[in-house]
């Protein structure tokens, strides 16, 4: 280390400066502290920046985890989509054609676990993604049980119910393929004798008289004869709450007790009762009232011919009877 010398205002002569232990002490601990003080900035920076191996390997961890769990989330959405769709059709198609009460959705979804069950899962690690993903897991399952439970009912009602599908009404009373022989619609019309709108009750086909008229399903007939304004009449009990007419017939082939198949030849077309031209008039009664017999002709119309006979079939003019 270098000698320091100081002028000596009273000799004006150089003097050497000599220092005590204080001043070796103050000035060493201000190295040793400023050494301590940088030593700490970079360890915590070291630390904040740079993490360890073990560190560094959890994180990679953790990363990969979170991008599997979201991941794992948009699947179970896509299969929340398609069971959605399943119990669509399941209520509204399936459990409508075999007449079952559909499955309430408080059933589909049932009682999910208590919220404090959750509340736990959000002090675990990936809070959120582990408690939302628990959430749509415990939905799915209780739903897939409820849909897997639905299709055994419907297995079981379809072949209970095999009867009921012969049963129902399901095809037009005469050979219709081309639809050239419908005349008039269910619903308002005005009355070809008497000029004033009335309701009409069923669908008018036109045909030649002799034409074969068929039963529409399988069932016991409850009436054949004479009725007032309908002329030569069968009317068909097919069970399960549904009942057909067939009116204005020339000929009669069944008698009240008969059973008839889907198809059979129960009349023949004619122009008897309140009728101002040749046609069977048709009815479909279900729990006792007249309904739309449009409805009941799914095996005998594509989905093209259907829509047409919707269109021919809402035409506002006069009726045959």
């Known amino acids: 280390m270098s000698k320091k010398y100081r002028i000596n205002p009273e000799t004006l002569q ?5 220092h005590g232990l204080r001043y070796w002490l103050r000035r060493s ?25 073990r560190e560094a390997s959890l994180m990679q961890y953790n990363k990969n985890l979170t991008a599997e769990m979201e991941v794992l989330g948009k699947q179970v959405d896509q299969m929340q989509i398609v069971l959605s769709d399943l119990s669509q059709r399941d209520d509204n198609l399936y459990r409508a054609i075999l007449g079952a009460e559909p499955i309430p959705m ?3 979804l049932g009682a999910t676990r208590q ?15 582990a408690a939302d993903l628990q959430r749509k897991v415990d939905v799915l399952e209780k739903e897939l049980y409820v849909q897997a439970r639905s299709y055994d009912e419907i297995l079981d009602l379809a072949k209970k119910q095999e009867t009921r599908m012969e049963n129902i009404p399901a095809i037009q009373p005469v050979l219709n393929k081309d639809l050239k022989h419908m005349a008039s619609g269910y619903g308002w019309r005005i ?14 086909f036109t045909a030649p008289v002799g034409t074969d008229i068929f039963a529409t399903g399988n069932g ?8 007032q304004g309908y002329g030569e009449t069968v009317e068909i009990d097919h069970g399960f709450n549904y009942a057909t007419r067939y009116a204005h017939c020339s000929k009669l082939f069944v008698r009240v007790g008969q059973k008839v198949k889907r198809g ?3 009349a023949l077309v004619g122009n008897t009762g309140k009728s101002t031209g040749p046609h069977v008039h048709y009815e479909v009664h279900y729990l006792g009232r007249p309904i739309d017999p449009r409805n ?18 809402s035409n506002m003019g006069n009726m045959l009877d």
């Open 296 to 313: 009941y002709y799914f095996y005998d119309l594509s989905p093209e011919d259907y829509d047409k006979m919707v269109q021919l079939s």
């Open 191 to 204: 009355d070809p004798v008497y000029h004033i709108r009335r309701f009409h009750e069923g669908m008018d």
């Open 29 to 53: 601990g201000g190295y040793i502290i400023g050494g301590i003080c940088l030593g700490v900035i970079f360890f915590y920076t070291f630390l904040y920046f740079f993490p360890s191996p």
């Open 115 to 129: 919220i404090t069950y959750y509340d736990s899962l959000a002090r675990m690690t990936n809070t959120q993604l």
């Open 14 to 18: 150089l003097e050497r400066i000599e």
């Open 264 to 266: 059979d030849v129960i």
């Open 106 to 108: 408080s059933v589909r």
């Open 220 to 227: 016991v007939v409850t009436y054949a004869g004479w009725r």
